[in-house]
């Protein structure tokens, strides 16, 4: 259905419905209970997030009531769930990305699923705040603001790079971006050429839950 043709109420419940369902499963998954299924329930997460974010995108420009945005108080502290993320991740935290595809030459960078989706957290409980306190129309131009000017794009890169781990396990591919890729580190290209292999059986595959796919 045509995001425009529900009214404005009906269209905030489903969003607000699909950010706090990913809200309490990534809090859920960083906890690490269940790490064995950790990067393919990632993946699945993020995918429907980003569902929630075509459908802002898609939607006309919405119009906030008031003309400055309400103080919701202090932003909640995401640092313990970005050390969860990056402990349960490690060491496929890592990964390499172009920063905006339409620039020329763009040269890849190094970013982290574990930054990538307490960004994400962060701009989506911002959102949510407003729409718990009744401001929807506050709630959703923020959300599909956001959508446009950060999460968007950081929750479609931490998709890409999910998609991209499952992929190589999977299939039983080498992993070539963990050679010497770091955000806070000068390792040398290559360094980890010849390890690259054994730590995606040995460390990647096993305890994150992802099995080859054989004959």
């Not at 349960?88 to 990964?95: A, E, I, K, Q, R």
């Not at 131009?141 to 999910?162: D, E, I, P, V």
Request: aromatic share 6%; proline share 8%.
């Amino acid at each position: 259905m045509d995001p425009a043709a529900l009214g404005p109420e009906s269209f905030a419940v489903q969003i607000a419905d699909q950010v706090e369902s990913f809200l309490v499963a990534v809090t859920e998954v960083a906890k690490g209970d269940d790490p064995d299924s950790a990067v393919p329930h990632l993946l699945l997460q993020v995918s429907q997030i980003l569902l929630a974010g075509g459908r802002l995108g898609a939607h006309q420009d919405i119009v906030p009531e008031e003309r400055y945005e309400p103080d919701t108080g202090p932003e909640p502290d995401m640092d313990g769930l970005r050390e969860q993320l990056a402990e349960l991740l490690s060491p496929v935290d890592v990964y390499s990305e172009v920063f905006d595809p339409y620039v020329p030459r763009s040269a890849p960078v190094p970013c982290r699923i574990s930054d990538d989706l307490a960004d994400v957290v962060t701009d989506l409980r911002h959102g949510l705040t407003h729409y718990r306190e009744g401001r929807i129309s506050e709630g959703l131009w923020w959300w599909q603001f956001s959508y446009l000017s950060n999460w968007g794009q950081t929750a479609s890169a931490a998709l890409r790079a999910l998609q991209s781990l499952v992929a190589h396990v999977r299939l039983g591919t080498p992993l070539p971006a963990l050679n010497g890729l770091d955000t806070d580190s000068e390792a040398e290209d290559g360094d980890l050429e010849q390890e690259a292999g054994e730590v995606m059986a040995a460390e990647i595959a096993e305890p994150l839950g992802l099995k080859p796919v054989g004959p």
